[in-house]
């Protein structure tokens, strides 16, 4: 995408509050006809910029109540032990994302739960068990804000 404008940052903006309205519901917003909203958007998703769209789940009210932040850190950092780990943790339903970050532990994970009972259940039985799992920490969720993103 050679330009990227005010408009486009604009249509970024009203499409990350929400990705259900039309092209017609977006450009009457914006002041464009539907046509010229729809070739830029076309336009941003072959830039790359819009990398796709994504359904966001209510875990609480599919009966996940808790959600739990966990640092880990592995006891051994080959490159088959890094591999060994993430191959088992994305393996595990209830962890959402594995994050490979730097700092004070080598991953983290965001963790959802029915409770805290099964929150300990999926830590001790599966999380704990996993290859090279060495120091973890939790930290539960209290509330969360979603933000739009760096616009």
């Known amino acids: 995408m050679n330009v ?5 940052r604009a249509i970024l903006l009203a499409l990350s509050k929400d990705a ?3 092209t017609a519901q977006l450009g009457r917003k914006l002041g ?4 010229a909203t ?3 958007i076309r ?3 072959e830039a790359g910029i819009i990398a796709g769209e994504a359904l966001i789940l209510d875990a609480a ?3 996940f109540g808790v959600t739990v932040f966990l640092g880990v850190k592995l006891s051994t950092k080959s490159r ?3 591999e060994d780990f993430e191959r088992a943790v994305t393996a595990i339903p209830e962890v959402q994302t594995v994050e490979h970050v730097l700092g004070l532990y080598d991953y983290r994970l965001r963790v959802i739960a029915r409770d805290l009972a099964d929150f300990e259940r999926v830590l001790r039985r599966r999380i704990m068990t996993l290859p090279g799992v060495g120091d973890v920490e939790a930290n539960v969720l209290l509330s969360e804000e979603r933000r739009p ?3």
């Open 61 to 63: 009210a599919l009966g």
């Open 149 to 151: 993103g760096p616009l």
């Open 4 to 8: 990227f404008d005010e408009t486009d």
């Open 32 to 35: 464009l006809s539907q046509p």
């Open 43 to 45: 336009a941003l998703k």
């Open 38 to 40: 729809w070739r830029r």
């Open 20 to 22: 259900d309205q039309t």
């Open 80 to 82: 088959v032990s890094l």
